[in-house]
């Protein structure tokens, strides 16, 4: 059963959300049973058409139209020239942002992108916060996504609550960028854990193992992760159909090795398992979920 989402009760916001897909249609919902006022825009206008008749508030055919009298504007959208496009293009929300409102981007971009925007946002009166989110469709749809956030400390204040509508951790952790930065680490992460995790799965299933059994047993001891808890028996069952997709895991650890390029670090872990993404997406896999990593050792 879906958890119900209980709302803080907070002073309401005028807010607009750019990007209503897979995360921003769901986390935009939050906002507006949280009771905020929410204008949408989307691409597709359909979608933001049918996300209005669904959860009420107003859509706008563009970023600037949708902004005009925003406290806060949230922006979840593909990659960073999406986010340009989005904020400082023609149409852009930069165009028509209110002098103290304050822009929140939940996209997963460069770390270079959030500086580049921050200095024009400040130049502009306005304030810019990079917060990637993680957790996934079902952390969006149950309102318990973990939000890392780069920015002016003051500004963040003022918009961590309202972002609790969809969130169980919202977290500053310094200057702009320090959001993006953070999801890197994130990212990293994620990719060892469901590379160990497909390893071991695989392994176990050709010993012959109940794996259902064998998972039930180790979930409980120190191998235990999110990712064996919640991927390890849809691993099991071949089943690749949980949201967040190697094409978009892909973008994101690119980000990761061109960072750490830039920093002088190295991921070697990281380099190999991106190219056992490409892997995956060359056996036509690339909306499969990021646990379909199993499905080379097989």
Same mark, same amino acid.
């Given at each position: 059963?879906?958890?119900?989402?209980?709302y803080?009760?907070?002073?309401?916001?005028r807010?607009?959300?750019l990007?209503?897909?897979?995360?921003?249609?769901?986390?935009?919902?939050?906002?507006?049973?949280?009771?905020?006022?929410?204008?949408?825009?989307?691409?597709?206008?359909?979608?933001?058409?049918?996300?209005?008749?669904?959860?009420?508030g107003?859509?706008a055919?563009?970023?600037?139209e949708?902004?005009?009298?925003?406290?806060?504007?949230?922006?979840?959208?593909?990659n960073?020239?999406?986010?340009?496009?989005?904020?400082?293009?023609?149409d852009?929300?930069?165009?028509?942002?209110?002098?103290?409102?304050?822009?929140?981007?939940?996209?997963?971009?460069?770390?270079?992108?959030?500086?580049?925007?921050?200095?024009?946002?400040?130049h502009?009166?306005?304030?810019?916060?990079?917060?990637?989110?993680?957790?996934?469709?079902?952390?969006?749809?149950?309102?318990?996504?973990?939000?890392?956030?780069?920015?002016?400390?003051?500004?963040?204040?003022?918009?961590?609550p309202?972002?609790?509508?969809?969130?169980?951790a919202?977290?500053? $952790? !310094? +200057?702009?960028?320090?959001?993006?930065?953070?999801?890197?680490?994130?990212?990293?992460? %994620?990719? @060892?854990?469901?590379? =160990?995790?497909?390893?071991?799965?695989?392994?176990?299933?050709?010993?012959?193992?109940?794996?259902p059994?064998?998972?039930?047993?180790?979930?409980?001891g120190?191998?235990?992760?999110?990712?064996?808890?919640?991927?390890?028996?849809?691993?099991?069952?071949?089943e690749?159909?949980?949201?967040?997709?190697?094409?978009?895991?892909?973008?994101?650890?690119?980000?990761?090795?061109d960072e750490?390029?830039? $920093? !002088? +670090?190295?991921?070697?872990?990281?380099?190999?398992?991106?190219?056992?993404?490409?892997d %995956?997406? @060359?056996?036509?896999g =690339?909306?499969?979920?990021?646990?379909?990593?199993?499905r080379?050792?097989?």
């Amino acid at each position: 059963m879906t958890p119900v989402k209980v709302y803080e009760p907070i002073e309401a916001q005028r807010v607009a959300f750019l990007g209503l897909g897979t995360m921003g249609e769901p986390m935009a919902a939050h906002l507006a049973r949280a009771g905020h006022q929410v204008t949408v825009y989307n691409r597709t206008s359909a979608k933001a058409l049918a996300w209005v008749a669904q959860h009420g508030g107003a859509w706008a055919v563009s970023p600037r139209e949708a902004v005009h009298h925003a406290q806060i504007v949230f922006t979840c959208v593909g990659n960073d020239d999406d986010l340009r496009s989005v904020t400082v293009g023609p149409d852009g929300a930069f165009q028509t942002m209110s002098k103290g409102s304050v822009l929140v981007d939940h996209t997963t971009t460069s770390a270079a992108v959030a500086r580049e925007l921050g200095a024009l946002a400040h130049h502009q009166g306005l304030s810019f916060i990079d917060a990637p989110v993680s957790g996934g469709n079902l952390g969006a749809i149950n309102g318990v996504l973990t939000i890392m956030c780069g920015g002016d400390a003051a500004a963040f204040a003022h918009v961590q609550p309202v972002m609790q509508a969809y969130a169980r951790a919202v977290t500053h $952790l !310094g +200057a702009g960028g320090s959001g993006q930065l953070a999801k890197m680490v994130n990212q990293i992460c %994620v990719a @060892g854990a469901l590379q =160990g995790l497909s390893e071991a799965l695989a392994f176990g299933q050709k010993a012959g193992l109940d794996m259902p059994a064998v998972l039930e047993v180790i979930s409980q001891g120190a191998a235990s992760s999110w990712q064996m808890q919640n991927r390890g028996p849809t691993m099991v069952r071949d089943e690749f159909d949980f949201g967040f997709a190697v094409d978009w895991m892909r973008k994101d650890l690119a980000l990761c090795l061109d960072e750490a390029r830039r $920093l !002088g +670090a190295t991921l070697p872990s990281t380099a190999l398992i991106d190219q056992f993404y490409a892997d %995956v997406q @060359g056996m036509g896999g =690339g909306r499969w979920d990021t646990s379909s990593l199993i499905r080379r050792l097989r």
